[in-house]
């Protein structure tokens, strides 16, 4: 089993910026790390996954704000989130070799 805990998360004008971190704990070994976000009424969507080799996807909509970025000697992994917009807005999960976190709550607000 896997224990995955975020952090970060926050309340950021529009055109700020966050940086979300997420820990994995355990005995799993770990290929894929990353985020999903929810928000309010809406589905949960990727945000960026990041894989053992390096390889990275992103959702459509992060067009060059966010980047993904991995500690593999810590099973950590971290969102830096640039030129942030009100639809940012939404709970963000992070994902590890499929466990999840409890989530962290990112409001863009002016």
């Known amino acids: 089993q896997l224990q995955v805990v975020e952090s970060g998360g926050g309340s950021v004008q529009p055109g700020g910026s966050l940086r979300l971190s997420c820990a994995a704990s355990?005995?799993?070994?770990?290929?894929?790390m990353g985020w999903y976000r929810q928000a309010s009424g809406k589905q949960r969507e990727l945000v960026a996954m990041i894989f053992n080799g390096n390889s990275i996807n992103y959702g459509d909509f992060v067009k060059g704000r966010f980047t993904i970025s991995r500690d593999n000697a810590k099973n950590t992994v971290y969102l830096q989130m640039n030129n942030l917009k009100p639809e940012d807005t939404a709970v963000y999960y992070c994902y590890a070799q499929a466990y999840w976190g409890q989530g962290t709550q990112v409001t863009v607000s002016s």
């Open positions: 355990g005995s799993i070994s770990i290929n894929a």
